[in-house]
């Protein structure tokens, strides 16, 4: 009996599967057990025509493979190569306990690239599961980016059975090439940045106070909540937002890229942080994930390191605003199925958007509000108290003016987020400012006396939950940061409080 390994997604994270034959006196017949999926299933006709088509002949006895564990469920087309290089080489003495192999097998034998496999070998490497793989030629361009491999490509059936039978075996490429950004280094870490700004803030004319909310936003990663009449800008500051965004480390542009390739996405290896805008007639499922056999992800998971944008926010039904409250505050999300249980980060920043009443007019100098004082109350109470506390920044906007002219441009905003980002890592900071741990914020978050009895009072005077006090105390710790201050002052603590929601 022979054996060679192999993995199965179980839902986000990868597992090790051993693949195994052997080889019997019997009827002739061919069978996959250990709950393979029916893609796995189907992988006995193409390993037949493969083999055949470089002139092997298919041995007449009763090949059984076996899918160890047998109690995991298991699904993909790569597990071809594996199966189909047990049975060419069973009467070989090789040995393939350091190898680890993938692929699917066209019924000519060539080795084509599935959608799973940068997911799968991501996840392996993180578990130090696999160092020596063989894998398709066509797959190496995305692999490669992945450290801590030592790649054999091949292109074809044949070129994988000569890779043992030739001793060719002995040394691969190794991965992690360097990705081609432009890069800064902190403290011996690379962080990578996207400086294109297809969406500018210079487009936007006045709201000035939205735009420097929304630069402290980036800065900290905070969450944020527009408010003001129908074109005033509140979309097109929140589609600005990602090109503004922090630096990102490789494990972030590779998890980003994992996402995209669970999403059935090519990936792009950019460091431009993810932008996710569901319409409010999404489905609680397709935001959160689900589904009725299988966890699949949803788009708060796919915003995981980037920005998960609430157009109308009012609008999205009760139960999803309710639902964000735990992505919002403990960064992951638990689905539950009988199946399978599959908990996902969620660190992004949450941006939302909506008018101040059903018509949009209630903060109009030019336009009359149609609302009735029950319907702009209906209206606001969508949005729960508690939903509103994870909120860090609130901003009013104000309607535009035929005087307004634009200001800050995009470029010159990131030259900032990019001193404030290399600010907090060099603090010794895991996380920015947004995302502070309560341990992290007394630690870093330090008041000079003037700005600790001007929070004391706000305490009392504006009945700040715990909550609400720790994320004045972030909200602080960015302004702080960005006018290059070791500790909070006065002044930055009382701009901090300007953005409570009132």
Known sequence: MKQIRCATLDGFDAKVVDVEVSFVRALPSFTIVGLAQTSIQESKERIKSALSAIDFKFPPQKVTVNLSPSDLRK?????????ALLVALQKTDINFDTFMAFGELGLNGKLKDTSTLFALLLSLVKEKAVQKVIIPKESVAKISKIPGLEIFAVDTLKEAIELFTTNQAQKGTPSGDTLDHKTITIQKQKYYYFDKYPLDFKEIKGQESAKRAAFIAACGMH???????????????????????????????LEKAKLDALEGKEPDFTPLRPFRSP????????????????????????????????????????????????????????ISRVNTKICYETKFLFVAAMNPCPCGN?????????????????????????????????????????????????????????????????????????????????????????????????????????????????????????????????????????????
């Not at 699904?75 to 199966?83: A, Q």
């Not at 966890?295 to 944008?309: H, P, Q, T």
């Not at 609430?310 to 309710?322: A, G, Q, R």
């Open 75 to 83: 699904e993909g087309s790569h597990f071809d190569l594996p199966i």
């Open 362 to 502: 209630l903060l109009s100098t030019t336009k009359e509000c149609r609302c009735s004082d029950t319907e702009i109350n209906r209206y606001k109470k969508r949005l729960s108290a508690p939903l509103l506390d994870r909120i860090d920044i609130y901003v009013q906007m104000n309607e535009v003016r035929p005087d307004d002219k634009p200001s800050l441009s995009s470029k010159e905003m990131f030259e900032t987020v990019k001193r404030v980002f290399q600010i907090q890592k060099e603090r010794g900071q895991s996380e920015l400012n947004g995302k502070l741990s309560d341990e992290e914020i007394r630690k870093y978050c330090v008041l000079d006396a003037q700005s600790e009895e001007v929070l004391h009072n706000a305490i009392q005077r504006f009945e700040l939950s715990q909550r609400a006090i720790n994320k004045t105390y972030k909200i602080a710790r960015t302004i702080a940061d960005i006018d290059q201050s070791k500790t909070i002052t006065k002044k930055h603590l009382l701009e901090a409080l300007q953005y409570r929601f009132r």
């Open 279 to 334: 319409h409010h007639t999404s489905t609680k499922a397709s935001i959160f994930g689900g589904g009725s056999k299988s966890a699949k992800i949803g788009e708060v998971s796919l915003a995981n390191s980037g920005i998960l944008f609430f157009d109308e926010i009012p609008h999205f039904p009760k139960t999803v605003l309710e639902s964000l409250r735990e992505p919002l505050e403990d960064y992951k999300v638990l």
């Open 223 to 253: 969450n944020i909540l527009f408010e003001g009449s129908p074109g005033c800008g509140k979309s097109m500051s929140a589609k600005r937002l990602p090109y503004i965004l922090p630096p990102m480390s490789l494990d972030e542009i």
